[in-house]
């Protein structure tokens, strides 16, 4: 899903919902999305999924057997063979101005497109819709809760709001080129609520940065997602970054691709899986 993310993200800085209620009633739901995929089957929606995008169809809840979407080419004949009762789709499909589901929409299939959300009242507010739409909102209003009840059991385990001083660290969602975040994205509210410091948070959104920056600022710990047979080990074998703190203290780590790049209530095992890397000895 992050490679995906990265084409049509990089195409958007190159060039430049709707609906009510919808009632239980059949068809079948598709969905268009990892994260929008998780959300439904959080819910307890999965059983009525009948089609997914290829990078959702691994995950836990979603059928053997479900129809397979390919985002950066919509096969609008199978979507009408199909004929599901709603769709929901990351915006992200839309390039260009180019509705790809427009024909869909024409048939009287319910459309939702769901915006990528870079916080994490974003992807409450899209837990909500989502639940909404399928006609349970108790149902994302639950997720949602227990949601901020886990940011919240996570701050006070580790003593978050009471420290003074915050590690610096250092995000890496992507190799070649160095790609990180800076403020305005959930991973660096996820580094916050652990209390400690992007070190690139003074940029806005997701960067590009060098080699250089990364040694000019020597991070304390250093975190990534990035996908590859073995990232850390290539981080810490990357000619001069073993002059690095966090190289040279051997505080470098793999965070789950899954958890920390989609934008769903998920997001949680991410968050602890950066508390326990930044912060080893709360977990000791």
């Known amino acids: 899903m992050k490679k995906f993310i990265f084409a049509l993200g ?53 059928a053997e057997g479900v129809a397979l979407i390919d985002m950066m080419s919509v096969d609008v004949e199978l979507l009408l063979a199909l004929a599901p009762a709603r769709i929901f789709a990351t915006d992200m499909i839309v390039i260009g101005g180019v509705d790809p589901l427009a024909l869909v929409a024409e048939t009287g299939v319910e459309i939702f497109y769901i915006p990528v959300s870079e916080s994490i009242d974003a992807i409450k507010r899209d837990i909500i819709f989502i639940a909404e739409k399928t006609g349970n909102p108790t149902a994302g209003e639950s997720m949602v809760e227990i949601l901020e009840h886990g940011i919240t059991r996570l701050r006070y385990f580790i003593n978050a709001d009471a420290r003074t001083e915050r590690r610096t660290v250092y995000f890496e969602v992507y190799s070649a080129p160095l790609i990180t975040v800076g403020s305005g994205a959930f991973l660096n509210e996820l580094l916050e609520i652990v209390g400690a410091e992007n070190i690139f948070a003074d940029y806005d959104g997701w960067i590009v940065v060098s080699d250089e920056q990364i040694l000019a600022r020597d991070p304390d710990v250093i975190l990534t997602n990035s996908p590859g047979v073995d990232p850390v080990g290539e981080i810490a074998a990357r000619p001069g970054w073993h002059a690095l703190s966090a190289v040279a203290n051997g ?6 691709e899954d958890s920390s790049s989609r934008p769903s209530h998920n997001i949680i095992d991410a968050l602890w899986e950066i508390a326990r890397a930044v912060y080893p000895e709360y977990f000791e």
């Not at 609906?19 to 999965?46: C, Q």
């Not at 505080?251 to 789950?256: E, K």
């Open 10 to 62: 990089f195409l958007f800085l190159l060039t430049g919902c709707g609906g009510g209620v919808v009632a239980d009633s059949g068809g079948g739901v598709v969905s268009i999305g990892p994260a929008i995929t998780e959300i439904l089957v959080g819910m307890g929606r999965g059983h009525e999924i009948i089609a997914v995008d290829t990078f959702s169809a691994d995950i836990y809840g979603v």
């Open 251 to 256: 505080r470098v780590f793999f965070i789950d």
